[in-house]
């Protein structure tokens, strides 16, 4: 495997279900990011893993709750989801380095996630 | 606040005209970077350019390329020669310097959907 891989795919859940989404990078990098993309909206970011801790919530919902047990994975919990819920939840990492540089995201397929 | 504005939402364009797509962002910081990323159907994003605030040097790769203007916060992206295979949603994202390193998110414009008409 190359880059970086989400799975499943394709999640359809209700909304009492609880259900985990997973992504692996194959990079090398050392942060990794949740970002959110709706109908019709820009993409959101939701959180930030840096070096394996969290550095942004950017005020997500509690019924959305990451985990990143190392550098090369990250995975997003969620419980009880509303129908708005519903989008194309895309993970992203990147090679944090110190200075001022900045390094560009790389990003996986994405979870259609669709909240009946 | 940082903002990216893609105010071209969709544009249709037969093959091999040219095609420029709009850029404007918003910061207050003085470093910052610049990307452009596309959106094929199948979802992935892939990354095209980056593009540092002090560096205003125009880039060409092949039939891409980027006019970055600071004077005006733009960062525009030209297609030449368009090919059907570029269809494709495009966006343009910002990031504010993070000094002394770590990791920040990208603010993204809502994106344009290129169209290439056979």
């Known amino acids: 495997e190359t880059g970086v891989t989400q799975t499943p795919r394709h999640l359809v859940m209700g909304m009492t279900n609880k259900k985990s989404l997973k992504c692996e990078q194959h990079?090398?990098?050392?942060?990794m990011y949740w970002y959110k993309q709706s109908a019709k909206k820009p993409l959101e970011l939701m959180f930030v893993y840096s070096l394996e801790e969290r550095v942004e919530n950017n005020s997500v919902p509690s019924r959305f709750s990451p985990e990143c047990p190392n550098s090369s994975h990250l995975f997003l919990h969620l419980h009880t989801l509303q129908p708005e819920d519903s989008a194309l939840y895309l993970c992203?990492?990147?090679?944090?380095?110190?200075?001022?540089?900045?390094?560009?995201?790389?990003f996986g397929p994405g979870t259609r996630l669709t909240v009946l | 606040a940082q903002k990216v504005t893609q105010a071209q939402t969709e544009i249709s364009v037969v093959e091999k005209e040219d095609v420029t797509l709009d850029c404007v962002y918003e910061?207050?910081?003085?470093?910052?970077?610049l990307f452009w990323y596309k959106q094929p159907p199948s979802g992935e994003l892939v990354f095209l350019i980056r593009r540092n605030s002090f560096d205003e040097q125009n880039e060409i790769s092949g039939r891409y390329s980027w006019n970055f203007q600071k004077s005006t916060s733009s960062f525009n992206f030209t297609i030449t020669a368009s090919q059907v295979v570029d269809s494709a949603v495009y966006f343009c994202a910002l990031s504010e310097a993070y000094s002394g390193g770590g990791a920040d998110g990208l603010t993204f414009g809502k994106g344009t959907h290129l169209i290439i008409q056979p």
């Open positions: 910061t207050r910081d003085t470093t910052y970077y």
């Open positions: 990079l090398g990098h050392n942060a």
């Open positions: 992203a990492s990147s090679r944090v380095t110190s200075g001022s540089s900045y390094n560009e995201q790389f």
